[in-house]
């Protein structure tokens, strides 16, 4: 289990002072992985007392124990060097396309083989009926929220991006409520911003649809819907091709719900297409 995992478990029994420990763990473990105890007290102004107590309520001897599990889960992350390394073995041509293709084509493979169909069924309800839908991501996610964007943009009314350029304006947030959906793509490495939106979200009760890869832990809780999608390839960077089919089938199965009011939005499109010339 992972340390987000274990740190979740334990959240309803820990003092405010360990709930404090606990949040910058799940925000900084990078940082968590070479700090000192003395330090990590002072970073969240909390004793070592209090650092050690939560160390062993999540089942660790003590600060030093914990620290060693926490590198060793990052070490389990491939970061970008390694992923360039593992690549290199492909680089001739027809080797790197045919490796190309065919990890793509397993990531959406296995995405859509262990994707539950009531979470699915779940996530297309709640997008054909919402008030509002919105999508948002950020860095390279941006691309998939406008991706999606445009999908639901076609086969429904008021859809909209939660986002200005490649960042979101946190006041945006503020006029979503319980009856607006916002469907999020968020892979690793995960932003500040990002994940303080996820809390703004929940802190609304907006329905969040939350597109993500394993490990998800840490922002799991954050989900009205979990959709999991298979984006490590084996390359350079993450593959995109499940996301990708995966907002086409929402589309698809979106317009399907009710496809006398697609048929008319649709409609309303090809129209306003002819008129703006678009061709």
Do not use: W
Request: neutral net charge; proline residues 1%; aromatic residues 8%.
């Amino acid at each position: 289990m992972s340390i987000a995992a274990q740190i979740t478990n334990q959240l309803d029994t820990l003092t405010r002072s360990e709930a404090r420990v606990a949040a910058h763990v799940l925000e900084q473990q990078q940082e968590v992985a070479f700090y000192t105890l003395e330090l990590f007290a002072q970073r969240v102004d909390v004793s070592t007392t209090t650092v050690l107590r939560f160390c062993r309520r999540l089942g660790f001897s003590g600060f030093s124990d914990f620290q060693q599990a926490v590198r060793k889960e990052l070490r389990s992350q491939p970061d970008l060097m390694e992923k360039l390394q593992r690549t290199a073995g492909s680089h001739e041509d027809e080797t790197l396309i045919a490796n190309t293709v065919n990890q793509g084509l397993d990531c959406i493979r296995q995405t859509f083989r262990d994707l539950p169909g009531a979470q699915i069924r779940e996530a297309v309800e709640r997008i054909a009926k919402a008030q509002r839908v919105f999508t948002f991501g950020m860095r390279e996610s941006f691309a998939l929220a406008h991706y999606a964007y445009t999908r639901f943009l076609t086969v429904r009314e008021n859809v909209f991006m939660l986002c200005n350029g490649y960042s979101a304006d946190a006041e945006a947030v503020l006029s979503l409520t319980a009856a607006d959906v916002c469907v999020v793509y968020l892979f690793h490495r995960y932003t500040r911003q990002a994940l303080r939106i996820l809390e703004l979200l929940k802190d609304r009760g907006v329905q969040v649809i939350l597109i993500t890869s394993e490990p998800c832990d840490r922002v799991s809780a954050f989900a009205t819907v979990l959709l999991v999608c298979q984006v490590d390839a084996g390359g350079i960077k993450n593959s995109a091709l499940a996301p990708v089919c995966l907002a086409d089938l929402l589309c698809n199965a979106v317009a399907m719900t009710d496809t006398e009011k697609t048929m008319r939005r649709m409609k309303q499109c090809e129209t306003l297409f002819q008129r703006a010339e678009i061709l």
